[in-house]
């Protein structure tokens, strides 16, 4: 394999059966249009290959809605004299898969020993084109130590994971314009799709007599294969460059003429320049994106690939899309979004990407009449954000999500109707993106409206407390899914009055700059501003305890069995168990599933001081199970911010490494929940660069306050604030600045109790202890 | 056996070991001050043989605290020859058991055949005297149809039935002045108990040459029986008289000397003297209790049946007693009194034993600071009585009623916590006493002041929606337990504002009468008559739809699985599992555990019409388990008032059987809950009383509303109106009344739309269809 440098490769040696599953995430490659599982050529369903399509969803037979795989075009298999050269058939006697992390393309080499002892070198890389976002190139080569007749099958496999599917039907495999082309529609909207595959090989320039081909179909499944024969020669290698092609009816109007429009076109380019001008679109991204860890190659790496991960699946290119859960990696969790994008992806895309930022805060208010529906269908007001948003904003989440393991039954889990905070997480995102971006025109384009509606939501689900004389939020779950349908979760009341407060605002701006949407607004609704006032004023928010500055999770929080951790896991009967739920181990003990008051810690830092930070991160984490993959970056950002870098600093790193060692939850219940895990990423990113490097943008001023771990002499990395760049170093003693020479205005920082005007091209230093 | 009038004799031939537990129920005699379960006379613990004290409780070891059970002084058994003539031992060749429930005492004949072919007939009969509480007479023969050595060992057995003992400790036993005592206090509160016993033989006329008599002691388990050994001759009877007297440190000073005397003096009245004045009591029972079914003999019996089972376990004698779930038949649901006394019994005392009612009420002004304690161990304010009480009115209940059967975990239920009517029937049952009697001086002694404790609860409880402008109960648990931590459910919502109205009323007649205490009332709480007059008028009750006529029982249960019950039974999986709780099989379905809306229809029959009743009956009937024996009384009651009584019948007759045919649940989980059913059988009363003869009193006039199944002729009762007796004949066509001679003033009556004034001494007859 040519190689990029070691800082940037994720390999792994060796074939191993079990980690077929773990590894198609770990190695996925992606760009944001479609995720490709990092699945070997020859893998087909059983193997989970996919191509997972972003914001294309289907649901068949009532079970679960979930997006749909594409039918695999880079399906290939050789033979060798008639032996299948498959690593589920032929145990390989070396085996390398990488990727490489800097421009996102899959590597793989393999090396078969064949009867009669020949040995066989197959080599492939592969890459979904950055640049054109439907298409995916690949390049297979094969090398044989000796004659014989060689036969590669390649084409387009229709046997692909699904979860709740099959979701294509009137299948149509064919091969068009040189091309083959597999054309379906998904059952649900009968939304059309077509996968367009082509192939040039080193051959061709050397003539072609002894080359067989063939084209076989397959309409059922909606495969498409062509086979090439011939007489191979010892020691010749045999390359061949395969273009592929997915649309949809989603973004062009004939995705058959479109696919195979589109695949000749990527043939025209070949794969060296397609490959070329995708290392530069990489090349550009990480540039804005990357962030150097001095002094900790291990937590470099972790740190890199967890942005990769970030930056394969970001929907750059449209509005409408989110980042679901599990990402791009299959068709777990329905492929839907969840608050994880606001509260832990959103940062990492505000400081480096703003445009995608903006994508992901348009897709909740293109997502607004979803909630809307959502609110209406339980009798309140406003907007009801799906717990698990697809493409309508409409809740993929059902009232049974967990199956108890014990009886097989469906379990009642209150996911969907009882976690509120997602409204105020969605406006929170949209508030946050106008405070760090300045662009009012999302408040104007539906994002006032959008806060309003979740305001208004909040104020029809709360109620008054007459005798205490106080606004409470009841009977919710808050992110500590363990504990359901409690009274008055600190988190989620500390939410809502944000969000109150965030409407109070919006409504002023759109007011000012648009009187006519605003009195709309107010006029159709029975709850008016001044009622959001009232409840915003007079909203209980517990407060920490005057004694020991704890803050209850929630009303009778501390009257829970107070078992410690290991104890609670010895009386695990089923290793799958829920522990949430009706009769889940944890829900009555004041064991966690995840940071709850922690992440209310982090998020209202300016509101608690240091004592009660560190009182509540020291009774609460011990009480964790870190059962969600969303919880070790909040500790270690409050251990951060609490000047106890060394403590947050393991959490960073399961948090970083969670999709390298995949050592993640697989099951809850008999659900699989495999998968990448982009709000780790993000919380990758959070951690080090808000957390460890202590950056923070209110929209006016950059405040450093570094609070790095032992190992790390300095971390680096690039803003993009309010349009204009910085680059920073964070060092142990010192803040270096360089503001873009082509900034076109100044950018505040403060650091050390210090704070500079750069203006663009000027470079500068604040250093710890100076005056 | 010399036995009455088959009309009121429960009787049981052959011997099953598996009907011993249902039979120690079924048999059961008792006083108020203690039951004594029907049980053989050689039973014992496995046999679960006991005498159960109303008002003693005790706790060991943290396990659940119950009723005590006393060492049981009638312990007997033969032995003829040297052969055990238990049923344990040795089959009978004939085995009756008999009640006669018109004078509550229990019977017993068995048959042996011996070695050598004799026959041995053993014949016992026994009561706990309804005039002396203490004491417990019996009698027991022994006749055999051949010479032979013949042993009776009798005395008192410590080895009696316990759940979670033992509980006594300091177990002496001793033979003192000719009787046996064991004395012992309890393990919790060390409160001394003691029980005697002594025997008079028929040989004792006759010298007692041949007679050797021995006494043992088993001090550990507070044992002493005497052995008397004989050589009884062919054909002869023996019969030996058995005084017993049980005392208790709460009814005497020095139970042991107390227990004593008691038992002499009854040795002194001897046996016959002891039955003639017991019996002479329950004739005067019956004078007043009695309910007469013309054209319905099953019917007969089992409604006397059920009336005979209150009578038995009414605390005549105390007003700090209640009457618990479970009656005086042992421990299960720790001997704790439930809503059950209130809702479903205290309608039987009020019409025909007032002064009963009267204790029965004051037990709830009694426990009143234990209701504050729990009130406020919530943080709320007032009264929130206890799910399960005791004599404290501390909660017995736990958080952790069932465990589930398939994991054996403890499961957590909301009984405790979340069964907020409770509150709301205590104070229901004041002021329906209250109502009846006219005895303001319940109100002055406490009553008042309970029934504002209970208003202040549900004012601290309760929370406002500012966006409907109204008050709302919610996370309650109402009657249907399946259906835990829903909103605004109808039934309490119901007695909620009837508890407001309630908690006003008696407060303005308390400020009239006792200006000081009401001052104090008021001044000493937020919580002013004003807010709970606001709250009154804006309190949320889910009312009738305008199309359907359906009420739903709580928010969104509309929305829930409809799934017919016969399906949802096929769903089972453990004949035990438990239907509600977390994961309960019922609590995601309209399935309901007992009737909810339609016992608000009954309650507040005013408030609804005809078509309303009828709607909801039929909607809410089917999807009704009626896993709880409180539920088909209702559904006969409100069938009754709707003009189908003939649809009520089956309802009837299934709460009137219920300890007759002990077709009840015997299990929750891996919880035993049988024993007798006071609720069905006051149920019972109700539906035959209140129900088909349509008979109510207002405070000023019975109404009587006739609604006779098809086989019933007439129903016949006395009733207790305001102090003055009338008898009632309430025919198919015709009510006849008489009013006593003894009365002191006129009864007014009123059917078939016509009233009259009954002057004492006077009859009269309404008629249908008369002007």
């Known amino acids: ?117 020949a040995e066989l070198v197959v080599e492939s890389e592969r890459f979904c084109s950055a640049e054109r976002l439907n298409v995916i190139a690949g390049r297979l080569s094969v090398t044989c130590s000796a004659d014989g007749q060689l036969t590669i099958r390649t084409g ?78 010892a020691g010749k290698t045999y390359t061949f460059d395969r273009f592929a092609a997915v649309c949809t009816g989603l973004d062009e109007e004939e995705p058959g003429a479109a696919a195979l429009r589109l695949c000749r076109e990527a043939a025209g380019t070949g794969y060296t320049g397609l490959l ?42 449209s509005e409408k899309l989110s980042i679901p859960a599990r990402g791009l990696s299959g068709q777990v969790y329905k492929g839907a979004v969840f608050w994880d994008t606001e509260m832990f992806m959103l940062p990492f895309f505000l400081y480096t ?116 004389q106080r606004y409470e939020v009841l009977d919710v779950t808050g992110p500590d899914e363990y504990h359901e349908r409690v009274n008055n979760n600190a988190f989620t009341n500390a939410m809502v009055k944000r969000t109150l407060f965030i409407a109070l605002e919006a409504m002023e701006i759109l007011h000012a700059a648009c009187p006519e949407q605003y009195e709309a607004l107010v006029q159709n609704s029975a709850i008016k501003p001044e009622h959001i006032r009232d409840m915003h004023d007079r909203l209980y928010v517990p407060e920490p305890d005057s004694e020991t500055g704890l803050i209850e999770q929630f009303d009778r929080y501390f009257t829970l069995e107070d078992v410690p951790l290991h104890e609670l896991k010895g009386r695990v009967l089923n290793k799958h168990e829920y522990w949430g739920g009706g009769n889940g181990l944890a829900t009555t003990t004041q064991i966690l ?59 960073f790193m399961r948090t970083a490494t969670i999709d390298l060692t995949g ?45 790095l771990p032992e190992k790390w002499q300095a971390v680096q990395t690039r803003l993009i604030l309010r349009g204009q760049q910085i680059k920073v170093r964070v060092g142990r003693q010192q803040v270096e600045l360089e503001a873009d020479a082509g900034n076109t205005s100044e950018v505040r920082v403060a650091a050390y109790g210090q704070s500079l005007t750069l203006e663009p091209g000027v470079s500068a230093v604040l250093r710890m202890g100076q005056e």
């Open 276 to 317: 070329a001008e995708h290392e530069a679109c990489w090349e550009r991204k990480w540039a804005l994106a990357d962030v150097v860890i001095e002094g900790d190659d291990e937590a470099q790496l972790a740190l890199r690939y967890s942005l990769y991960q970030l930056l394969i699946i970001a929907p750059e290119h």
């Open 663 to 707: 050592e993640s939850k697989q099951y809850v219940g008999d659900l699989y929940i495999g998968g990448t895990h982009p709000a780790a990423n993000g919380g990758a990113w959070m951690a080090a660069v808000q957390g460890f490097a202590g950056i923070r943008f209110d929209g006016e001023c950059a405040t450093i306050s570094p609070s």
């Open 156 to 233: 387009i496999d229709g046997e692909v994971w699904d979860i709740n599917g099959p979701h294509l039907e009137k299948l149509e495999a064919a091969e068009r314009q040189n091309s083959l082309l597999v054309t379906a529609v998904t059952r649900e909207l009968q939304v059309p799709l077509a996968v367009a595959e082509r192939i040039s090989s080193s051959m061709e320039a050397e003539g072609r007599e002894a080359v067989t081909m063939e084209v076989r179909y397959d309409q059922q499944s909606g495969s498409v294969f062509r086979t090439i024969s011939f007489a191979c020669r």
């Open 353 to 468: 990407q703003p445009e995608t930022a903006r994508n992901l805060v348009m897709y909740r208010i293109h997502t607004l009449d979803g909630a809307r529906r959502k609110a209406a269908e339980y009798g309140y007001e406003g907007a009801f954000y799906a717990w698990e948003s697809q493409e309508t904003g409409d809740d993929a989440c059902t009232l049974f999500n967990v199956n108890d393991v014990f009886t097989g039954r469906p379990m009642r889990t209150y996911f969907r109707d009882k976690q509120v905070h997602i409204s105020a997480d969605a406006a929170y995102g949209i508030w946050e993106y106008y405070k760090f971006t300045g662009d009012e025109g999302i408040l104007l384009q539906g994002g006032a409206e959008t806060v309003w509606e979740c305001a208004r939501f909040f104020y029809s689900y709360a109620y008054y407390n007459p005798l205490k």
């Open 1 to 117: 394999m040519k190689l990029v440098n070691q800082d940037w490769l994720i390999r792994e040696n060796g074939f191993d059966r079990n980690r077929i599953a773990a590894d198609g995430n770990k190695f996925m490659i992606g760009n944001g249009y479609m995720g490709c599982r990092g699945t070997m050529e020859e893998y087909t369903r059983g193997e989970l290959a996919a191509v997972t399509l972003a914001g294309l969803y289907d649901q068949v037979d009532g079970k679960w809605r979930e997006p749909v795989n594409a039918p695999h075009p880079l399906y290939a298999v050789i033979e060798f004299e008639g032996q299948s050269l498959s690593v589920l058939d032929c145990e390989p006697v070396e085996h390398e898969q990488a990727l490489d992390i800097r421009s996102a393309v899959h590597h793989r080499r393999t090396v078969f020993k064949a009867d009669r002892g």
């Open 593 to 651: 599933k995840q940071a709850d008051i922690v992440l209310m810690l982090h998020l209202f830092k300016d509101a608690y001081d240091t004592v009660i930070k560190k009182a509540n991160w020291a009774y609460y984490e011990p009480r964790t199970e870190h059962g969600s993959s969303l919880s070790a970056c909040i500790y270690a950002m409050v251990a951060a911010d609490t000047g106890s870098p060394d403590w947050g600093y393991p959490y």
